[in-house]
């Protein structure tokens, strides 16, 4: 059997409301390119590296440019989730105290766990107070978070160090004022996953947390061409969500109305206002996550739970549990800019349906 | 009255915890399933009923 016959037979998609999706089209159109003409080492003297230079610099640009840091700042990982932890341990010195919130990332909270850590509740917006704290602490700052879109306050009081994760905002949102390295996930903005942008804003206030022998910020090998690829993503996802932002907000407050006022006892994290508005995550009461989300992928659309029934652990969303949001009959929708209004018309009436089947 | 929920999986505990809030005032609910606190909290917000943690694994709620 081979991957490719494998791959045919599970094709044709439904309508994507997972946070994954498919490479963007102006990525996917430049990939083979970016592997005849990437794929040499940038650092070796022959004209394939020089123009593999010229590429990987031209995509520093457009990542500078659009997630508004410099281009000599823009650092790539292999893995994302690497980045935590050159971060956060990377800023903390002896005698740090790590803030965090109780909706960040399970990667900040293992972090969290081999340092002097306090973990800073939320409400139900989902909104953490951030002490004063000193110079030397650190804060780990989830600009919006992926599985609600909840914006967080800016860090503004905060004294010390902050490690800014933007790895579900992208370049959706601008870094704060401050800040002192900062994270974003490739698949974020459509870019290939496997990737991803560690940035610090000055060198002297990290020092590297891995086994290093040199200057070098991180030693992961990441895929030169996907990183070129990434940043055309990145370029083209931009163009797309300027232009239809006004439409996903006016999608993600629909959503909100029509659970309201057609669906009832259904808990909602969050307001559209306060957060992103591509991310939407709501429970709907004594119903069953996993078959839930069966029934609707055969009717034709994918979603994702935060609930307990859904996950590896059989343990809840940490988020949904933090916040007080009910943690069965989670739903988790990601309004991609592909997604056209019928086929949310389309999603909601059959979720209705399901959900008074279920019910009954 | 006790209801005993222990083995069962989400939403299963709150189900049938609202069922046997149609017939009682007070329930005593005894789960140990992960969810079941952060769910009792959400719910009891969403319904008005209230509950307080005895031990471990012990609920007792109260209909609105």
Same mark, same amino acid.
């Given at each position: ?13 439904? @309508? ?35 123009? @593999? ?27 994302? !989730? ?9 800023? !903390? ?29 939320v409400g139900l917006n989902g909104i953490a107070a ?26 503004? @009081? ?40 560690? !940035? ?32 055309? !993503? ?25 659970? +309201? ?66 943690? +069965? ?32 | ?38 769910d009792l909290t959400a719910w009891a917000r969403m ?18």
């Amino acid at each position: 059997m081979s991957i490719a016959g494998s791959v045919l037979r599970v094709g044709s998609v439904t @309508t994507n409301f997972q946070s994954e999706s498919p490479l963007h089209p102006a990525a996917r159109a430049f990939l083979d390119d970016a592997f005849d003409r990437g794929w040499a080492d940038p650092s070796k003297p022959h004209q394939s590296s020089r123009q @593999t230079a010229i590429l990987l610099n031209e995509s520093k640009e457009i990542f500078s440019h659009h997630l508004g840091i410099r281009s000599e700042q823009v650092e790539f990982l292999a893995d994302p !989730a690497l980045g935590f932890h050159l971060g956060i341990s990377g800023l !903390a010195q002896p005698g740090s105290q790590l803030y965090y919130s109780a909706i960040d990332r399970s990667e900040v909270f293992a972090v969290a766990e081999g340092m002097d850590s306090t973990k800073l509740p939320v409400g139900l917006n989902g909104i953490a107070a951030y002490p004063e704290a000193s110079e030397k602490d650190v804060l780990a700052w989830q600009a919006a978070n992926g599985e609600t879109g909840i914006i967080s306050f800016q860090p503004s @009081t905060f004294k010390g160090r902050i490690f800014v994760d933007a790895t579900a905002s992208g370049p959706r949102l601008r870094m704060p004022d401050r800040w002192h390295a900062g994270l974003w996930n490739s698949q974020s903005w459509q870019g290939p996953s496997g990737l991803g942008i560690f !940035a610090l804003s000055e060198r002297s206030a990290w020092k590297n947390p891995l086994p290093h022998i040199d200057h070098n910020i991180s030693s992961s090998n990441f895929s030169i061409p996907l990183a070129i690829a990434s940043a055309l !993503a990145l370029e083209g996802y931009v163009g797309d969500y300027k232009a239809e932002k006004k439409r996903i907000e006016g999608m993600n407050s629909r959503i909100r109305e029509f659970l +309201h006022s057609e669906i009832h006892d259904v808990d909602v994290a969050g307001d559209v206002a306060y957060g992103l508005p591509h991310l939407l995550s709501f429970s709907i009461l004594y119903i069953d996550a996993q078959i839930l989300i069966n029934k609707l992928d055969e009717r034709g659309f994918a979603v994702d739970s935060g609930s307990a029934c859904n996950s590896a652990n059989m343990e809840p969303s940490h988020v949904l549990a933090a916040m007080g949001i009910l943690t +069965h009959g989670n739903v988790r929708l990601t309004l991609h800019p592909t997604v056209k209004d019928e086929e949310l018309k389309e999603f909601l009436q059959v979720l209705k349906e399901i959900v008074a089947e279920l019910r009954q | 009255m006790e209801l005993n929920c222990l083995g069962m999986r989400c939403p299963l505990p709150i189900i049938k915890l609202a069922q046997q809030l149609k017939n009682t005032e007070e329930v005593t609910l005894l789960s140990d399933d992960p969810a079941t606190l952060p769910d009792l909290t959400a719910w009891a917000r969403m319904t008005g009923n209230t509950f307080t943690t005895l031990g471990e694994h012990r609920y007792l709620v109260k209909k609105l």
